[in-house]
C-alpha cells in the first residue's frame, strides 16, 4: 500500500528557511516522480516542482526558482523540499504527491505539512 | 504557459441532482492531460479522474470526465451531502503543471 508521509508542522520567522520531509513506503522509490504542491490560506493549489528519485534530477516552477530545493535520499526513500528567504505569504499547507501509473497526474498525496511563517 | 479558469466559482445544489464543473486552458492540452481533484478542509486532495475521462482507482461512476483540447467539464451525477468540497483540475502536458483556481460544490 503506498503511503507518503511528511513531517510535522512548523513554524519560522521571515527570512528563515524551512525544510519539510515526505518519506514514501509501499513501492519501488526511483520508479515515480515526487511533486510539491502548496495551498495559502483561502486560496487554491499552486504546483511548486518535481523530482525524479531515480537520479535526483529537478523542475521547479519560475515562482519559485531560486528559493526552492528539492531532495532526496533513496536509501530512506525521502523526498525533501527546502524553501528559503520565507515570506508571510508562505504561510501554507505543503504536499507531496506522487506520479501516477500512466502518466503524471498525482495519484497519492501525503498529509500536507503547515508551514506558518510569522515574526 | 497554460493557465486553467474554472467556472462557476461555487455551485450550490441539493442532494440528487447533476453537478456540471468547466475548466478552460489557456492553450490546448497536450494528449488530453488533464485531471480532477477533490479537496476538502483538513485532508488531502483525492484524484478523481486522469487524462480527462479515465476515473481513478475507487472513484465511483456518479463522477465522469469529458471534453478535449482547451474544454473540459467534470460531472457529479446524483450528488451525495459528501460531496461538498472544492474541485481543481490540473493540467500535467507541460510545465508548470498548472492548477485552476477551484469550483466549490455546496451541497445544501
Known amino acids: ?119 | 504557459e497554460i493557465v486553467l479558469t474554472q467556472s462557476p466559482g461555487t455551485l450550490s445544489l441539493s442532494p440528487g441532482e447533476v453537478a456540471t464543473l468547466s475548466c478552460r486552458a489557456s492553450q490546448t492540452v497536450d494528449s488530453n492531460y488533464l485531471a480532477w481533484y477533490q479537496h476538502k478542509p483538513g485532508q488531502a486532495p483525492r484524484l478523481l479522474i486522469y487524462g480527462a475521462f479515465n476515473r481513478a482507482t475507487g472513484i465511483p461512476d456518479r463522477f465522469s470526465g469529458s471534453g478535449s483540447g482547451t474544454d473540459f467539464t467534470l460531472t457529479i451525477s446524483r450528488l451525495e451531502p459528501e460531496d461538498s468540497a472544492v474541485y481543481s483540475c490540473q493540467q500535467y502536458g507541460g510545465s508548470p503543471r498548472a492548477f485552476g483556481p477551484g469550483t466549490k460544490v455546496d451541497i445544501k
Open chain 1, 1 to 119: 500500500q503506498v503511503h507518503l508521509v511528511q513531517s510535522g508542522a512548523e513554524v519560522k520567522k521571515p527570512g528563515a528557511s524551512v525544510k519539510v520531509s515526505c518519506k514514501a513506503s509501499g513501492y519501488t522509490f526511483t520508479n515515480y516522480y515526487i511533486h510539491w504542491v502548496r495551498q495559502a490560506p483561502g486560496q487554491g493549489l499552486e504546483w511548486m516542482g518535481i523530482i525524479n528519485p531515480s537520479g535526483g534530477s529537478t523542475s521547479y516552477a519560475q515562482k519559485f526558482q531560486g528559493r526552492v530545493t528539492m531532495t532526496r535520499d533513496t536509501s530512506t526513500t525521502t523526498v525533501y523540499m527546502e524553501l528559503s528567504s520565507l515570506k508571510s505569504e508562505d504561510t501554507a499547507v505543503y504536499y507531496c504527491a506522487r506520479t501516477g501509473d500512466y502518466g503524471d497526474y498525482l495519484d497519492y498525496w501525503g498529509q500536507g505539512t503547515l508551514v506558518t511563517v510569522s515574526s
